[in-house]
């Protein structure tokens, strides 16, 4: 994992926290991780800031959590499951400690009555003040049954740490987002400011494409 030395330059650059800075280099270890598996790549999508952030802009904003979309149903089991692998992967890669007994996955409440969202929470602990005493959180949010009338594309992680050559994926993400709105069609490109997203469908489970995979 990376030292104190990178950690506070990194924040100074930013203008943000060092435990920011800690997630968001988790945050690319667990992109990583994800996308490596040919299975979980072949139906998330990243939106939202991290796209921007781990796929296009190297220095736009910082962002707090992990946005996914998929045109499918999650089973929040095999997720959990899923996660728990990743994590011991980044884990075993970095040294990074991750407390998977508080793992969670679970339905979200979402304002849109049309939106279904699957939130899973990990927690690690802190690498920079006083290690194995803090938990920190990663937020993870996947948006179920989204219609994409583009094509997600391919791009290499952005991981502007030390140990990016290890550190190495092509996670799909949102470069143009066309999704169907009650008021429309909305399309947005790729810019600093937060995307928004809109519109669900109901579609074929997720342990399905999985199964016939």
């Known amino acids: 994992m990376i030292g104190r030395d990178e950690i506070d330059a990194v924040a100074a650059d930013l203008q943000v926290r060092p435990t920011d800075v800690e997630r968001d280099y988790v945050h690319g270890w667990l992109l990583a991780q994800l996308f490596a598996d040919p299975i979980v790549s072949g139906h998330l999508v990243l939106k939202g800031g991290n796209a921007l952030r781990k796929g296009f802009f190297a220095n736009t904003r910082y962002s707090a959590d992990l946005d996914f979309v998929t045109p499918d149903g999650v089973d929040r089991d095999r997720l959990k499951q899923q996660l728990m692998r990743v994590s011991e992967a980044v884990s075993s890669a970095t040294g990074v400690r991750f407390e998977n007994d508080q793992l969670s996955v679970r339905e ?32 993870m949010d996947i ?12 791009r290499e992680l952005i991981h502007p740490y030390s140990d990016a050559p290890a550190c190495r994926v092509a996670p799909r993400v949102m470069w143009k987002m066309k999704m169907a709105h009650s008021s429309g069609w909305e399309t947005t490109n790729p810019s600093p400011a937060k995307a928004t997203t809109g519109g669900t469908r109901r579609g074929q489970g997720y342990q399905e494409a999985e199964a016939g995979a």
């Open 143 to 154: 948006s179920e049954y989204e219609r994409l009338l583009l094509e997600p594309v391919a």
């Open 108 to 139: 979200k409440s979402a304002i849109d009555s049309q939106l279904q969202v699957v939130e899973a929470r990990l927690y690690f602990y802190d690498f920079y003040g006083k290690p194995g005493r803090i938990l920190l959180k990663v937020r």
